[in-house]
C-alpha cells in the first residue's frame, strides 16, 4: 500500500509533505500546534523548528512552540540534533538530574512531530518516508529506524536528500534530462547528479541517480565561524566565564547575523550579559561575511563536492555539459555569494532557486507514494583484517561506492581462515569506510555544548575523524560461520561470496571448504547505504 507522508528531519528546520493524488505532487503539511510560517518568495511555507525544549514541570516544547514561548536561548533547549546525531557525538546536558543526549531528544522532537501528523492526517497502515543525507551511515539510518518503530510506524523508506529533491522539483524537471542537485542546509552540503526517465506508473517519470557526493559543511558551520570572527573582534575566548555563560544566546545572534546577510548588506551581533552588563558586540557587512566563508574554504569546499558528483557521473557517460540545470535547496542556498559560485560554475541560465525549504519534503511525499528512482551503494565496505608485518589492520574493500544494486553476480569472494587450531566460530568484520577530506582552515573544529549548556569550539583529534569514518557494522554478531569438525589455524575453510540485495542488504553465501556444504545462503549480514 503506497503512501503519503513524508518527514525531512533537518538540522535547523523539519518539514512535511504529503502525496496529493488530485495534482500528482507533494504538497507542503502545516502541523497548527508544531508549525511555523516562513516566507519564501512570495510564498508561504509550514516548517517546524528543529528544536525541542524541556521545561522543568516535565511539559516538552516542539518546534514553534518554542518560538512562541520566547524559549530559543534557553539553555534547556536542543538545536542542532541532527548534526551531533550524525556524528555521533557523546555530548549530553544535565536537566533535573537526569543526563540527555542529542539522540534522545532528537527522537522526543521527530516522535511527537510524526505522532502529530499521524492524528492530523488519520494514517493507517500506511509507509511513510524518511530523507537522509547522501553522506549518513548505517547509525544514522539505524536510529531514524528506532524513532519510527517508537513512534508506531513500522512501516518506512529511506530516500537520500538530493534525490527526493530532484523529484520535488515536480512539473520544472522533464525525463530524459540531467540535473545537478544542490542541498546546503544547516548540517550538510549534499550534491547528486540525476537522470529524469519515462516511467510507465501513473507519476509519469523515475530519478536514475547518475553521481552524488556529500561534505559537513552546512549553516551550523557558518554558525560557529561567525562565533569565532565575533569573539576575535572582542578579543575574546570561548573558555572565558562570562562568554560561556552568553555562548547559547550568541550562537542564536551569529545564526541570526548570517541569515540577514543573505537578504541584506549588514548585520548586527549583540548580547548581554544579564548579571554583568558586559557586551559581546559585532558588526559584519556582506563582504567580510564572504571573507569569512573564503577563509574557511568554504567556496573550495563547495567546488570540490560538486566535482566528486560530476566526476561519478562521468563514470557513467554522462559530462558536466549535460546538466541541463542546477537545482539548488536548503536554507544555505539563499547566500548570495553561494549562488554566485554555482553561477560561476555552470552559468547563471542554469542556477535555479524556486523551492529551497521544501523540495526534499516534496519529492520524499512522491517516492513514497510510488515515483521511482534508481541508486547506488554511497561509501565503499570493506573486511578488516590483521597485517602481522604492520602490526595492525588492513582493509579489504568488497563493495565500491557506486556499485549499483539489487546486483544480479556475486561482487566480491572471500577465503576465511582459522585463527588457531580447534577453532569452531568464525567471522569478518565488515566495517563501513567514509572518506577523510581535507578540511579548510587548519585542524578541524567542531562546536560542542558542555554539560552546562556552554558552547565551546574543540579541536578533533585524529583518533576522533577516524572514528566517525571507519564503522564497524557488525560488531555485535562478527562471527556466523561454524566450522564442523573444527579448522586448523591457517587453514582455508570457508569460501565465502557478497552480494547486494534490492533493500540494500550486504548477503552472504557460504561454502565450507572441508566438508563442501553450503552453511548460508544469501544470508543478510549487515544494511549498506
Known sequence: MPGRLAIDFGTSNTVLAIWDETRQEGVPLHLPDYGHIYQEGEEQISVVPSLIHYAPDKRRWIGGQVLQQNLYHSERTFRWMKRYIANRSPARLRLDGQEISHFQAGQDFLSSVLLAAAAELSLGDEEIALTVPVESFEHYEDWLTDVAEAAGMPRFRLI????????????????GDVYLLFDFGGGTLDVAVVLIEESGQAAGRRCRVLGKAGTELGGMTIDQWIFQEVLRQNDRSDADEDVRQLSRALLVECERAKERLSF?????????????????????????FEQILDQHEAFTRIDRCIRRALNEARERGYQEGDVKAVLMVGGCSQIPSVQQTLRRIFGRDRVMLNRPLDAVARGAAAFVAGVDFYDHIQHDYAIRHVNRQKGGYDYRVIVRRGTP????????????????????ELGIAVYEMGEHRRRGGGQPVELVFDPSGAARVVQLTPDEENRRTHFWMNEGSPTFLRADPPARQGEPRFDVAFSIDGNKRLLITARDLQTGRTMHQDYPVVKLA
Open 160 to 175: 537520500d536528500e538530493p534525490s527526493a529533491a530532484a523529484l520535488g522539483y515536480g512539473a520544472n524537471i522533464q525525463p
Open 264 to 288: 541584506h548588506e549588514r548585520a548586527d551581533v549583540s548580547v548581554v550579559h544579564p548579571q554583568s552588563g558586559a557586551v559581546l558586540a559585532a558588526t559584519l557587512s556582506r563582504d567580510q
Open 405 to 424: 544494486y539489487p546486483t544480479a553476480e556475486p561482487v566480491a569472494h572471500l577465503t576465511v581462515k582459522a585463527s588457531y587450531d580447534g577453532q569452531t
